[in-house]
């Protein structure tokens, strides 16, 4: 069983760099496409990007070039950055297997971790 | 890429049935087979409900099943119970991109 477990400072200041992990445990983080997707407080669910252990990643446009997905396989882990943030990026900020490949769907969730933007 | 169409709300008596639609563009829902469903309960995390339009994983049950017509997908919830009662998110796969749709609450009445 594959399962997923966020990890992050949960307050971030505007203008500064918001940074998470993502530990996979139950399953090898070399097989699969891997997301990152995020909600805003009494919102919808938003793509954020996703990666491959290959380093191929692809990001959601409107984000305009400020998230970074990265991978360290010696960890089974991998990494969002999202950097010059505002109030609007306040979210729970969730990992999920799919977003390409042979599987395109989001099976595997992480518990989502509340990042705050505030000073 | 914008997000899906879904209606904001639904609703229904237990047993009965409710179809939430998903309305996208011929470039994400119409083009590709690769719509899901997420069910959303307060406070948790998205849980996979249909994929590839209409499977469904171990474990789900048969109440639940999708549809797709054109640039639209839907998911209908049979037999209505009291814990279907939650949120519900369409998304599709648009090429190197996913996007999601604008959700859906479903009340059981």
């Known amino acids: 069983q594959v399962q997923l477990q966020e990890s992050g400072p949960g307050l971030v200041k505007p203008s500064e760099t918001l940074s998470l992990s993502c530990t996979v445990s139950?399953?090898?983080?070399?097989?699969?496409?891997w997301s990152w997707i995020r909600q805003p407080p009494g919102k919808g669910l938003e793509w954020i990007g996703y990666?491959?252990?290959?380093?191929?990643?692809k990001y959601n446009p409107s984000l305009k070039s400020r998230a970074t997905i990265s991978v360290d396989t010696s960890k089974n882990q991998f990494s969002l950055k999202l950097s010059s943030v505002t109030a609007a990026d306040t979210a729970v900020y969730y990992c999920?297997?799919?977003?390409?490949?042979?599987?395109?769907?989001?099976?595997?969730w992480g518990q989502g971790i509340l990042v705050t933007v505030s000073s | 890429q914008s997000a899906l169409t879904q209606p904001p709300s639904a609703s229904g008596s237990p047993g009965q049935s409710v179809t939430i639609s998903c309305t996208g563009t011929s470039s994400d829902v119409g083009y590709y087979n690769y719509v899901s469903w997420y069910q959303q309960h307060p406070g948790k995390a998205p849980k996979l409900m249909i994929f590839?339009?209409?499977q469904r994983p171990s474990g789900v049950s048969d109440r639940f099943s999708g549809s797709k017509s054109g640039n639209t997908a839907s998911l209908t919830v049979s037999g209505l119970q009291a814990d279907d009662e939650a949120d519900y998110y369409c998304s599709s796969y648009a090429g190197s991109n996913n996007v999601f749709g604008t959700g859906t609450k479903v009340t059981v009445l």
């Open positions: 990666m491959y252990y290959s380093g191929t990643t």
């Open positions: 590839d339009v209409s």
């Open positions: 139950g399953g090898s983080i070399r097989s699969n496409y």
């Open positions: 999920a297997r799919g977003g390409d490949g042979d599987i395109v769907r989001f099976d595997y």
